[in-house]
C-alpha cells in the first residue's frame, strides 16, 4: 500500500501525521482519542511502519522528503515485519485474554523494563497501547516516569475510547490528537464502494451499515465482515421483540452470550437495542416505513408503538444508557440487568 489507503478520510489528520514526521517532531507520547471503531488501531499501526519505514528514514536523513514520500514503502525489511506482525521494534501491549484491565506486572514487562534495551534495527522503538482506558491506576502511575523521560528512541502511542478513566499526570504527558466520527455520506460511500458490490449485500444492509457505524467505518463494516454479527443481532431482535414474555434470567442469558461473539460484546448488544428504539420512535413519530432499519419487523413495531409512549420509548434508550455505563463502572452485571429489565417491562405496560 502506498498510502493511507486502509485509513479512510481523516485528511487532515494525515497531513498532520505527516508534518510531524518530515519536520522530525513526532512526539514521544502520542494519545490518539476516538470511539471503538474510529479507525484508532490501523492509523496507529500505520503511524507506526511509517516512521519505522528504511525507505522514509532514508530520505529524511538525505532531506530529500517531501509530505507526499512519508508513506511506508512496505518493501523494506522493516515494513514486512511489521505488516506480519513480527517487527521486534513495535510492540503492542493489550489486555490479556479473558482480562478487563491491563495490569501494572503487564506494563512492567512489556513497556518499563522493555525500554532499557535499544531498538534492534530501527530508527525508534515503538509501543502501541490498545485501550489505554483499561490500564489500572497502578499501571497508568508506573508508566509516568518513562512517559516524561523517554529514552530518546522510545515513541509510545496509547490509545482510548475517552480520556475520562486516564490519569491527569498521564494526559499531561501526551500530545492529544482526537479522532472524530466521519459524516454519513462518507460513511455510506465507503460502504458502498467496499462492500456495495457483493451480490448478497442489499441497499438495505449499507442503510443499517450506516446507521450502526455512528460516523466510525471500523464498527459499521463488521455488520459485513464478522460472522458473528448476525448471531448477535438475532440474539438482540429475540430480546426485544419477546422482552415481556421473557424471564430476567433469559434476558440475562442473551445478554451474557454478547461476550462470546469474536470482537463483539455488550456494549454492540446495547448499541442494536437503541436502533430497534430508534425504529420504534420514528414509526410512532412518522409512521414512515422506508426509514425502518427493521422493516422486516413492521408488524412487531407496529405492535410495540401502540403500547409504547414517547416517553416510554425516552426511558427505556435512557436506560440502557445507563446500564452500559454501570457496567463500564464495575457495577454488578445482575444488579444492572435487573433495573434495566424493570424499566423496560414497566414502561411497556404504559
Known sequence: MKDYSEVFGYDELKDYIHKRIITKKVAHAILFVGDEGSGKRTIAKRFARTIQCETVEKKLDDNTAVPSDIEPCDKCHSC????????????????????????????????INDVKVKPYACRFKVYIIIGAEN???????????????????????????????????????????????????MVAEYFE?????????????????????????????????????????????????????????EMMGYVRRADYYNELGIDYFFDLMMLWYRDLLLFESTRDVNGLLFKDYLTDISRQ???????????????INKARERLHANVSFETVMELLFLTINESMKG
Request: aromatic share 4%; net charge negative; with cysteine.
Open 80 to 111: 514486512l515485519q511489521a505488516i506480519s506482525g513480527n517487527n521486534p521494534d513495535i510492540v503492542v501491549i493489550d489486555r490479556l485474554e479473558g482480562k478487563r484491565k491491563i495490569t501494572i506486572d503487564e506494563i512492567r514487562e512489556k513497556l
Open 135 to 185: 490500564l489500572t491506576v497502578e499501571a497508568q502511575n508506573a508508566i509516568l516516569k518513562t512517559l516524561e523521560e523517554p529514552p530518546e528512541y522510545v515513541v509510545i502511542i496509547l490509545l482510548a475510547t475517552t480520556e475520562k478513566l486516564i490519569l491527569p499526570t498521564v494526559l499531561s504527558r501526551c500530545e492529544i490528537v482526537n479522532i472524530p466520527p466521519m459524516p454519513d455520506d
Open 193 to 249: 464502494t467496499h462492500f456495495g458490490k457483493d451480490p448478497d449485500v442489499t441497499p438495505e444492509d449499507i442503510r443499517f451499515a450506516e446507521a450502526f457505524a455512528d460516523g466510525k467505518i471500523g464498527r459499521g463494516s463488521i455488520t459485513f465482515t464478522n460472522p458473528d454479527f448476525r448471531k448477535l443481532k438475532r440474539d438482540v431482535l429475540e430480546v426485544v421483540l419477546n422482552i415481556e414474555d421473557l424471564t430476567l434470567n
Open 305 to 319: 408503538a401502540q403500547t409504547l409512549s414517547y416517553e416510554g420509548i425516552d426511558r427505556i434508550t435512557d436506560a
